[in-house]
Each structure stands twice: as structure tokens, then as C-alpha cells.
């Protein structure tokens, strides 16, 4: 596979974001990271969680081809995003613990490339709440350059005992230093507005793309 072939885009970004990309590996993340819990109690932070159901599945393991595989397929491929307002570059062939990924933030015909790098991967069986789970989950930590700071958390989770499927999201952030006074001023009015408008959107694509997965028999 070439380097070319390698370099995933959920869908089109300018030329200037492929450039962008490929200077992530020298940036370090731009925030000292804390507990999500910490992150609730300091009013510095933005702090949100959302929590969605998906389709069912059987009890027992995660089912080949299920809700469970297909979300976590979803996911991994970051398509979870809504391309009208986050598109993604990444090396699909980079472990995804680790991996650098630019997203491209659009808003009213203008592009933000944005870093981050992902970690904390975890697929496996866990517990959660004294129930037995089998959990899919990663997170991603905002780099130098970014419009904001803070840490993004995804997981995908599997009650084994009843086969309930979950989309989760968890999410920290508070401004970055933006030099260009009209992007800042524009943070300031919609920014807040436009990353809810993210974690709803990307909701109700991870519950449409994964009934739809699962009715054409594509995990």
C-alpha cells in the first residue's frame, strides 16, 4: 500500500489540509489532561456527556455482523462524524492507539484544520455498573494549534447479559489561544453552538448508519 492509499479522508478537504496533516507528528498535545470528573467541577471547562441506544442484539459476545461490530466499524473509521460540519485525515494504516488525525472543522464556507492524536484504546470484555460488558472505546487529545483544548471520549458497549447496544460520548474542552481576532470573536458566538450541534448529529448517524449497516448485512 503506498503512502497515497494509506491516507484516509471521511470525505474531501482542501489541499492545504493533507499538508497540514502530515505536520501533526511533531506536535504535542496543548493541555494538561485531567479526569472528566475534575473536568465537571471546574467551571473552566465545558464538560458533556451523551448517551445513545442503538439496535439490539442477541445476549452473549458481540455478534459477527451485529449492532455491536457495525457501530464499532463505524467508529474506528471516525464516520461517526457528520462530514457537513467535521471532516477527518488519518493514516489507515497507523495502529489506531497513537494515531495522529486532522480534523477539519467547517463553518459558514470557512475550514479550521484541527490536530489531535488517539488513545486510550480498549476492546475487550469490562464491567460497568456491576454488569458484564464487552467495550470498544478510544479517546483524542487536542494538539498545538488547535482551536480549543480538551479531550474527546467514544465508546461502543455491549450488555452481554440482555444485548443492549450504547453509543457513548464524554467530552472536555475550553478555548485555545486564537490570535485571528475574527476566528476568535466567531468562537466565541457559535462555538459552543456548533459542538452540540456535533454530539447530536453524531448520534443520530451512529444509530442511522448502524441500522443500516445492519439491514444490508455490512459490519
Known amino acids: 500500500m503506498s503512502d497515497a492509499q494509506r491516507i484516509v479522508q471521511t470525505a474531501p478537504v ?13 506536535r504535542d498535545v496543548n493541555f494538561e489532561p485531567v479526569g ?3 473536568a465537571v467541577s471546574d467551571p473552566a471547562w465545558h464538560a458533556d456527556r451523551r448517551h445513545t441506544r442503538l439496535p439490539a442484539e442477541l445476549p452473549g459476545p458481540p455478534r459477527p455482523g451485529g449492532p455491536f461490530e457495525v457501530a464499532c466499524g463505524l467508529l ?14 488519518y493514516d489507515a494504516a497507523a495502529p489506531l492507539e497513537g494515531r495522529d488525525m486532522l480534523l477539519v472543522g467547517r463553518f459558514f464556507g470557512l475550514r479550521f484544520p484541527m490536530g489531535v492524536r488517539i488513545g486510550g484504546v480498549v476492546d ?6 456491576g454488569a458484564p460488558v464487552h467495550r470498544f472505546a478510544w479517546h483524542y ?3 498545538e494549534g488547535h482551536l480549543e483544548r480538551g479531550q474527546m471520549d467514544y465508546e461502543v458497549v455491549k450488555y452481554l447479559e440482555d444485548g443492549r ?3 457513548r460520548m464524554a467530552a472536555y474542552s475550553q478555548r485555545g489561544p486564537i490570535r485571528n481576532p475574527i476566528v ?7 462555538g459552543r453552538r456548533t459542538q452540540l450541534r456535533f454530539y447530536a448529529r453524531a448520534s443520530q448517524r451512529m444509530r442511522t448508519l448502524t ?3 445492519i439491514a444490508d448485512g455490512t459490519p
Open 14 to 26: 482542501p489541499p492545504g489540509a493533507l499538508r497540514a496533516y502530515g505536520d501533526l507528528h511533531d
Open 36 to 38: 472528566w470528573e475534575q
Open 76 to 89: 474506528r473509521t471516525y464516520e461517526v462524524a457528520d462530514p457537513a460540519l467535521v471532516r477527518a485525515v
Open 124 to 129: 475487550g470484555p469490562d464491567e460497568m455498573g
Open 141 to 143: 487529545r487536542t494538539l
Open 165 to 167: 447496544v450504547e453509543f
Open 184 to 190: 476568535r470573536a466567531g468562537f466565541v458566538l457559535f
Open 211 to 213: 441500522a443500516a449497516g
